[in-house]
RNA sequence: CGGGGAAUGGCGCAGUUUGGCAGCGCGCACGGUUUGGGACCGUGAGGUCCCGGGUUCAAAUCCCGGUUCCCCGACCA
């Protein structure tokens, strides 16, 4: 009485049925849009607080920005207004009237806050301007999948202005880094860093960088992006400032972006075929408290003492609940393997006469994953634990992408090495070159990892010598 | 936006070919027996058959138009 798809059998409709089985989200009556109930935000709040607290440590403030902006604005940087033309929403009455101005809905919001960043730079003193924006923003998209491509989708999207492009390049890196370390240590997917190649850079960005990770069907997901914008931003919205030798320069500014399709990742990565598997410092619930019994008199000492190890575990800090539904206990092992829950303490007569648990781990599926334990010093033992099943998730993960992705010298290998993974291969950044390998492979251009292996190769569609090697594969 | 599939109770589906009482499994409510890996019996609730037109004595079923979802392509976080 599976309630999901196997993944081997169609990993597309497992991925939903687990977004719906798992209560993360539910679709709305509006073209590619999703609700996202309560256990799926909860996990997306934690996810944001991690992420929001790194962006803080490295100096960055929030602030709101609007989500309408004058249409004349997109128009003002040419390429930025190409890429994004062909999926905006753009509204065009408001109060009955027709507007002079169509305003547009955000897609992404570089022109209004580089509006707003040449009337607050005046001075050199005013630099760096170290913003970040948590909002949802809107791309008309042909062919939407909740959390991986939704027409409204929620993210936070920071913008940076600097003195110089040796302090904005520092920073397209440094949160570029910061989303390499959200994404390891706290979603526990490993992802590679990169350089975009010319044709999947941002519209309007001198050069992206991205982190890429390889998901549960072998296939790419972007992650999040960090962009040079160089002064192409600064150039059209007249970003200037007043350096110390009293002559008017141009900023330079950086934008970056990480949504909740992270969330899409962590699914993708780390689920498989009884549901969730949710790292503990992300989990919304991290231990769940299943109580056993058979009679009234039996139920009255379990639930003491399943109260008690609730007491217990929430004074230690750990996210957890007491499940006293009426229900089997088979009924709720399954139903928490399927929400994902880390942890989960099952206490019935035995233990309660025996002064100890027995103790699920999510990662470790079925009996093999249960041991018998004693009550005292639970919650330290579980916290414990949950590092060893974050660590656990994260060590899998890599593993399974290592063993996928291969190293190849001709266009032969990296077709064959496509069909089932990633590839590294040595190709010019040429857009040329990505798009007859997308043409003829399905495969594209995830990025030039940074970390390179220094040596020279012949690209293996133009022959010519290059120094770089590019990851290939199908993407979402 | 092009090609293919689909839409029937909360979920999964049958019924559509050949028009004739809207059904099944799971879930849900209540009662009872159960409870250490998805319990069982009984009773019951729950439906604009995706939407809008049309044909017909009669439409889930036939015709026209539209919407949404899934899969495959082109665009993207």
């Given at each position: 009485m599976a309630k999901l798809t196997s993944r081997t059998q169609d990993f597309s409709e497992w991925y939903l049925d687990v977004i719906r089985e798992a209560d993360l989200a539910d679709y709305a009556p509006v073209r590619g849009c999703i609700v996202v109930k309560p256990y799926g935000w909860s996990l997306y709040e934690n996810m944001r607080d991690f992420l929001d607290r790194r962006f803080k440590d490295t100096g960055h403030s929030n602030a709101a920005f609007p989500m309408f902006i004058p249409m004349s604005f997109l128009n003002r940087e040419a390429q930025h207004v190409k890429g994004f033309s062909p999926e905006l929403a753009v509204v065009t009455v408001g109060g009955g009237e027709q507007l002079e101005e169509p305003l547009a809905v955000r897609p992404t919001s570089e022109t209004i806050i580089g509006y707003m960043y040449a009337q607050w730079v005046k001075s050199y003193r005013d630099l760096p301007v170290l913003i970040n924006a948590w909002n949802s923003v809107v791309r008309w998209e042909k062919r939407t999948r909740p959390f991986l491509r939704t027409t409204e989708f929620f993210w936070q999207e920071g913008h940076t202005a600097h003195a110089t492009h040796e302090e904005s390049s520092e920073e397209v890196m440094r949160m570029l880094d910061v989303y390499a370390a959200h994404a390891r240590d706290e979603c526990a997917v490993p992802v590679i860093k990169g350089r975009k190649s010319i044709s999947e850079r941002?519209?309007?960005?001198?050069s992206t960088y991205s982190i890429e990770a390889m998901m549960g069907d072998k296939k790419a997901l972007q992650s999040a992006t960090s962009h040079d914008l160089g002064q192409n931003f600064a150039r059209a919205f007249d970003i200037k400032y007043l350096d110390r030798d009293n002559t008017e320069k141009l900023c330079w500014t950086t934008s970056w972006g990480m949504s909740w399709r992270m969330l899409g990742a962590v699914i993708m990565v780390h689920g498989d075929d009884q549901g969730l598997r949710l790292p503990p410092r992300i989990a919304p619930i991290q231990a769940v408290i299943v109580p056993i019994y058979k009679n009234e008199s039996e139920r009255t000492a379990v639930m003491q003492a399943a109260d008690s190890i609730f007491t217990t575990l929430k004074s230690n800090g750990i996210r957890v609940k007491l499940d006293d539904r009426d229900e089997t206990p088979g009924f709720k092992f399954n139903d928490w393997e399927l929400r994902g829950v880390p942890v989960r303490v099952e206490i019935g007569p035995r233990d309660v006469a025996n002064g100890t648990v027995a103790l699920g781990r999510r990662d470790v599926p079925g009996k093999a994953g249960k041991s018998f334990v004693p009550q005292a010093g639970l919650a330290e033992r579980i916290t414990t634990l949950f590092e060893e099943i974050q660590s656990g998730l994260l060590q899998q993960a890599t593993n399974f992408r290592d063993a996928n992705i291969r190293e190849v010298s001709t266009y032969a290998e990296l077709k064959e090495a496509v069909e089932d993974g990633f590839a590294l291969a040595p190709v010019a950044d040429d857009p040329a070159v990505d798009a007859q390998i997308k043409e003829e492979t399905k495969a594209t251009n995830r990025c030039f990892p940074l970390e390179q292996v220094p040596g020279e190769w012949k690209?293996?569609?133009?022959?010519k010598p290059v120094r770089e090697r590019a990851l290939f594969g199908k993407a979402y």
């Open positions: 941002f519209a309007g960005a001198d690209c293996i569609v133009t022959g």
